[in-house]
């Protein structure tokens, strides 16, 4: 079990940025995969991002080239670093970890707002 923390979010403007932060209570050296999620309302919870420790990134083809996820390991803690932030971002992002290969792990965060106006 895991227990995840994020932080960050906030409501900026259409083109704006925003970094997401995740902070784990175990070292993420032992977290194989770690991702953030987004669900807006009335949507289903999708990926967005994930980070494996063989050093593999994805993303979701409609935020490629504006967010880009990372992972601090001395502070056990994920990023979701959101640049050119369009209005149809505007979810709450989740942080997810698992300890194998395989996401959504069973713990998440109790997530983050982001709201991006016009």
């Known amino acids: 079990q895991v227990q995840l923390v994020e932080s960050g979010g906030g409501s900026v403007q259409a083109g704006g940025s925003l970094r997401l932060s995740c902070r784990s209570d175990?070292?993420?050296?032992?977290?194989?995969?770690m991702g953030w999620y987004r669900q807006a309302p009335g949507q289903q919870r999708e990926l967005v991002a994930s980070?494996?420790?063989?050093?593999?990134?994805m993303y979701v083809d409609t935020v490629k080239g504006r967010f880009t996820i990372s992972r601090n390991d001395p502070s056990n803690t994920l990023y979701l670093q959101m640049n050119n932030l369009k209005p149809e971002d505007t979810a709450a992002y989740y942080c997810?970890?698992?300890?194998?290969?395989?996401?959504?792990?069973?713990?998440w965060g109790q997530g983050t707002q982001v709201t991006v106006s016009s």
């Open positions: 980070d494996s420790k063989d050093g593999t990134t």
């Open positions: 997810n970890a698992a300890f194998d290969n395989v996401l959504p792990g069973p713990d």
């Open positions: 175990r070292s993420i050296g032992l977290l194989y995969r």
